[in-house]
């Protein structure tokens, strides 16, 4: 009975500590002060700055997000009437929702357990379904499809059988547009990724030619720049000067960031 008792007075404390975490997150994503330490989005940070696994650090970041608009949900988990992961599975379902909506679909998962939260948001099967497994030798991706995509699909490979089988067709088609970035290159030598490329003549100070975008892409190995940042998502192409303190396009005034750092270099 001792442990017991014991053990309900730590589980208290455990929500309790738990509320506390996801208002200091709070602070930290209102701030922004992950930016200042190389992290580019809340979820990073809670990452690599806290050592969450990918799965608990969307689950603290989805709280961080809905508790902006209905607060009181941090003193819900506190007693223990929603848990992380009810709320996480909420705010899949309810991001682009009225907060009055929220409020009242919130209302009515307390107390509920997570087959029951995960029961109030089932939604019909897509049509278009991709399900990936991997492997240690390969990876096994398994596409559903409507007949109609279904024959979209037919027609493109008919169109292409003198060259191409369905799994040839697909990577074709994936190469095609990796090559539109250049990524074909990466092999390319020092000399041509130090190319120094002319200035555009294009009125648009801020306009950058493909060819050159896909030079800083490779140069850059496809990643933000910014110290200590790894995003190599949403990436954009950032003038180091400023185009309006008079800054222009030369490849050297070039150079990638992701669009958190972008925005937060200002």
């Not at 190319?195 to 892409?217: P, T, Y």
């Amino acid at each position: 009975m001792k442990i017991h008792r014991e053990l309900l007075v730590l589980c208290k404390q455990e929500k309790r500590i738990t509320s506390e975490i996801l208002t200091k997150l709070q602070q930290m994503e209102d701030r922004r002060d992950y930016l200042d330490m190389a992290y580019n989005s809340l979820f990073d940070y809670l990452v690599r700055g806290l050592g969450y696994s990918e799965a608990t650090a969307y689950q603290r970041q989805a709280c961080v997000r809905l508790a902006k608009e209905v607060p009181e949900i941090k003193q819900k988990i506190d007693q223990g009437s929603l848990t992380l992961s009810a709320v996480t599975t909420a705010f899949k379902h309810l991001r682009k929702k009225p907060v009055a909506e929220k409020r009242k679909v919130l209302k009515s998962m307390e107390n509920k357990s997570s087959r029951e939260v995960k029961a109030m948001f089932l939604e019909p099967t897509p049509t278009l379904k991709i399900k990936k497994t991997e492997y240690v030798d390969k990876v096994l991706l398994r596409l559903e499809l409507s007949h109609e995509q279904n024959k979209t699909i037919e027609q493109l490979k008919a169109l292409k059988s003198h060259r191409h089988n369905l799994e040839s067709l697909l990577m074709d088609l994936v190469e095609k547009e990796l090559r539109s970035y250049g990524i074909d290159q990466l092999k390319a030598s020092e000399s041509n990724r130090s190319k120094e490329f002319a200035v555009s003549r294009s009125k648009n100070s801020r306009q950058i030619s493909r060819r050159l975008g896909n030079d800083v892409l490779r140069t850059a190995n496809y990643k933000c720049q910014y110290p200590g940042c790894e995003s190599r998502q949403f990436l954009q192409i950032d003038h180091i000067f400023p185009v309006r303190l008079g800054g222009d396009q030369r490849r050297s005034n070039l150079q990638v960031l992701c669009a958190l750092h972008n925005r937060h270099k200002g």
